[in-house]
Structures are given as C-alpha cells and as structure tokens.
T-cell receptor, first 113, second 118 residues
Framework: AQSVTQPDIHITVSEGASLELRCNYS??????LFWYVQSPGQGLQLLLK??????LVQGIKGFEAEFKRSQSSFNLRKPSVHWSDAAEYFC???????????FGAGTTVTVRA | GAVVSQHPSWVICKSGTSVKIECRSL??????MFWYRQFPKQSLMLMAT?????????EQGVEKDKFLINHASLTLSTLTVTSAHPEDSSFYIC??????????????FGPGTRLTVL
C-alpha cells in the first residue's frame, strides 16, 4: 500500500519570501502525485498533478512541484508567497491504475506580514 | 466550473440520532463520488466510493450499516450517519469525479460538513 509523508506540520513564512513544502511517498512504482490546498470554508483545490513526463510541474497560483524519483519526493514550491497563500496543503498519491487518493497529514502554512 | 457543494456545512445532533449529509455536483455530472473523513490535524481518510445507481464500496474498517451512502443521481450523493455517537464527530468531505476508473481523473471536493455529536 502506498503512503505519504509530509514532514512539516506547520510552516511560517514572511510575505514575499519563498516557500517549499516537502512530500515523500512510499510506493512500489511511480504513482500519480497531487498537491491540494484547503482554505477554511472551502473545498480542497487541486494545485497541480504529475503523471509522467517533465518532472517539473507548473500549477495554479504560481506554484510548482518537482518529482524526484531517486528521493521518492514531490516537493511543492512558490518563489514569493502572498498572504492569501495561508492555508492547509495536502500532498496525495494514487496508484497509476486506481483512483483512490492517499493523503499526507497536511502542512499548515502561516504567512506573516 | 466543477463546483461541489455540501449541505449542511455544520450540524450538531444528539447521540443516537441520525444525520444526513448531501453532496451535490452543481455544474457537471458525477459518475463517481467519494466520501472522506478528516480528524483534526490529520489527513483525509477515504470512507467509501459510490457510483450512480450502484451500491457503495466501503473501505476496510468502515461500517457500512452505520454510514449509509446513496448515489441516486448523477449530481447527488448522500451520507447518513445512523445512530450517531460522539466518536462519529468529525469533518466529512465529499468529492466528485466525472468518471472513476483511473488516477488521471480529477476529483472535485466539497467544502466539508462539520458533525458534532453531543
């Protein structure tokens, strides 16, 4: 069974600074990889996903993620955060032949002025 | 596009009563809907998958007689928590997909329903 680890429970970053959220997965093959953002009162929104091809994936809201097979990682980055980026971020994986998503525990991002 | 709503957004009920949560896809037809449960500061755990017109498929450890799922139409799925107890208090989230057979399908998530059982 696959598993997802988000090592950082909470990250505080200054507005305008860069942000990197870590995600490691455990799976026998290369799974489909996702990053979601959850804001209070709103449903999870898909930021980006990786299935194959270019290992650097561009998403919405200025986010990008890089798949590194050798490290079983799919870290999310943003060069310059905005106060509106304060939210909960979830990394998720799905087997290539199944729709079932397995989520990490999430990372809470706080943005300070 | 691809909006999923849930109703109610929060509910408080007495122990022993049943509570129904609705999940609607507002602007697309959802062949498959998923129900998740999220505990505070924890990840989403998949409870069950429902396909329109079929019985739901429950994940291991989820009591199907306690969490009744109905997917009667392509835009509506309901989760009924029967004889609720305080340990059922949680945040319940649904998602919907236009199909359900491959990992490439995007799931669109509802805003969640906070259930508190007294």
């Amino acid at each position: 069974a696959q598993s997802v680890t988000q090592p950082d429970i909470h990250i505080t970053v200054s507005e305008g600074a860069s942000l990197e959220l870590r995600c490691n997965y455990s799976y026998g093959a290369t799974p489909y990889l996702f990053w979601y953002v959850q804001s209070p009162g709103q449903g999870l929104q898909l930021l980006l996903k990786y299935f194959s091809g270019d290992t650097l994936v561009q998403g919405i809201k200025g986010f990008e993620a890089e798949f590194k097979r050798s490290q079983s990682s799919f870290n999310l980055r943003k060069p310059s955060v905005h106060w509106s980026d304060a939210a909960e971020y979830f990394c998720a994986v799905a087997p290539s032949n199944d729709y079932k998503l397995s989520f990490g525990a999430g990372t809470t991002v706080t943005v300070r002025a | 596009g691809a909006v999923v709503s849930q109703h109610p957004s929060w509910v408080i009920c007495k122990s022993g009563t049943s509570v129904k949560i609705e999940c609607r896809s507002l602007d697309f037809q959802a062949t498959t809907m998923f129900w998740y449960r999220q505990f505070p500061k924890q990840s989403l755990m998949l409870m069950a998958t429902s396909n329109e017109g079929s019985k739901a498929t429950y994940e291991q450890g989820v009591e199907k007689d306690k969490f009744l799922i109905n997917h009667a139409s392509l835009t509506l799925s309901t989760l009924t928590v029967t004889s609720a107890h305080p340990e059922d208090s949680s945040f319940y989230i649904c998602s919907a997909s236009t199909s359900g057979g491959a990992g490439t399908d995007t799931q669109y998530f509802g805003p969640g329903t906070r259930l508190t059982v007294l």
